[in-house]
């Protein structure tokens, strides 16, 4: 048996990673954030406490031991800001900060948006937090790391040569943009100051810690369907938010990375920009975007929302080895009657025998549905009582829900949550390192 997890979402995020990771947690030493930066946001309610996390790993309600890994990008001044919201609600930071990831500085924000409007139909929707253009910087090698941050005599030289090229490209846009290269510079010396005693080469530090059996649990952000490699490319993330993303993200060897969890949400939401062939613009729609409260974490943006789609899902469980599931908000389709099921596309009056990958072919499929039958409203107690009864005190009508995805997917569904805290989450099996 490993001694490595990893969850994933299987379809464009926001399945209730963040209440996962902290669940599992508890059988954690160690959570590891590998991919994305502070457009990816994760909750969590515990105790009275709702966290909403952008960078910190889910394992900081329960004071584990969390890693920020060199596949990420760091605005610093979000990270202390999260930082000291854990200090202010007397939370032990226990956390370590990868020297290679790379920084996001102000001028990534601006070309973020600027980007995105000239894109115009290509535009990705993304939250505009410069994480793109931090990424373009990356796999350009001028980019700047968390090493450079922590070294103000190697973070001058560097800051002011990326800084010229982007107020070139910035001028372009805006003629008048001219922020004070010496005010960037003093204020992200400062934050590498504050930030410097958790910096400590992780890649090394991973493959120690799972080498001496320490219970790692990998945490990604977004689903595997805005991976920038194997997503829906162009409207998607700059990061592989798979668990294809884990190694490069990490420098854990793929030989060490033991079981990997897919994320499911009992309909589909997404942010941003494309096509979404189960997308509902109804009454329904309302109705789920309120009971499940799909409103961005980062931004507040309405999430859209739409049936589930268990044909994409099966292209995330494929690229992603998953052979175990967890359905998350099914309180969240209450009182809906009847329910869909996204099985299959249809195009040109052809039934497709994969998910298309290409967002030009995604654009003119037709789902094909199968009707179910709802479940009744409940209050927050009722739905409370029925997870401290476990499965057996679900609706006949959920339970044949989940026996539906459950086939359809061929895997077993190890855990389901039915409301947002901790205790409202069934076991149906043992997740074990």
């Not at 894109?119 to 993304?126: D, E, L, P, S, V």
């Not at 309120?290 to 409103?295: A, L, M, N, S, V």
């Not at 026996?403 to 409301?419: A, C």
Request: proline share 4%; net charge neutral; with cysteine.
């Amino acid at each position: 048996m490993s001694n490595t997890i990893a969850v994933v979402g299987l379809s464009w995020g926001d399945e209730g990673k963040g209440k996962f990771i902290d669940y599992l947690a508890q059988k954690a030493d160690i959570v590891v954030r590998y991919n994305g930066g502070n457009n990816a946001g994760h909750t969590i309610q515990a105790n009275g406490v709702k966290y909403k996390f952008k960078l910190m790993p889910s394992g900081a309600p329960r004071e584990k031991e969390g890693v920020i890994a060199n596949g990420c990008v760091i605005d610093p001044k979000v990270l202390l800001e999260e930082i000291e919201n854990l200090k202010n609600l007397n939370k032990k930071i226990n956390l370590k900060l990868s020297s290679t990831a790379h920084v996001v500085f102000p001028f990534h924000r601006i070309l973020d948006g600027l980007e995105e409007k000239t894109k115009g139909n290509y535009a990705a929707g993304t939250t505009k937090r410069g994480i793109g253009p931090t990424y373009s910087d990356k796999a350009a090698r001028w980019g700047l790391r968390i090493f450079d941050l922590i070294n103000p005599e190697l973070l001058k030289p560097k800051l002011e040569k990326l800084y010229k090229i982007k107020k070139d490209l910035i001028n372009v846009y805006d003629p008048n943009w001219d922020t004070d290269l010496d005010a960037i510079y003093e204020e992200y010396k400062s934050y590498g100051e504050r930030l410097k005693s958790y910096v400590i080469d992780t890649a090394y530090y991973l493959n120690n810690v799972i080498d001496s059996g320490k219970k790692v649990l990998f945490e990604a952000a977004q689903g595997s369907l805005l991976g920038i490699d194997h997503g829906y490319y162009p409207f998607g993330t700059s990061s592989n938010s798979n668990a294809l993303g884990i190694s490069a993200g990490t420098g854990i060897p793929p030989k060490k990375i033991g079981k990997i969890i897919g994320m499911v949400k009992a309909y589909t939401s997404r942010v941003g920009q494309g096509n979404f062939p189960t997308e509902l613009s109804n009454q329904t729609a309302e109705k789920i975007r309120e009971q499940g409260h799909e409103y961005g974490t980062v931004t507040g943006r309405p999430r859209r929302v739409g049936w589930l789609d268990l044909f994409n899902i099966k292209y995330g469980i494929m690229i992603n080895g998953i052979e175990e599931i967890i359905v998350t908000l099914l309180d969240a389709l209450e009182g809906i009657n009847p329910l869909k099921i996204c099985t299959g596309y249809e195009l040109n009056g052809e039934v497709l025998e994969s998910w298309p990958i290409q967002s030009e072919i995604i654009e003119n499929c037709t789902p094909i549905y199968k009707n179910l039958e709802g479940w009744s409203e409940k209050t927050r107690e009722e739905w409370s009582d029925i997870a401290k009864n476990g499965y057996k005190a679900l609706p006949e009508t959920m339970k044949i829900y989940l026996q539906t995805i459950k086939n359809e997917l061929n895997n077993n569904i190890v855990m389901i949550s039915i409301g947002p805290n901790r205790e409202e989450t069934i076991e149906l099996e043992d997740v074990r390192f």
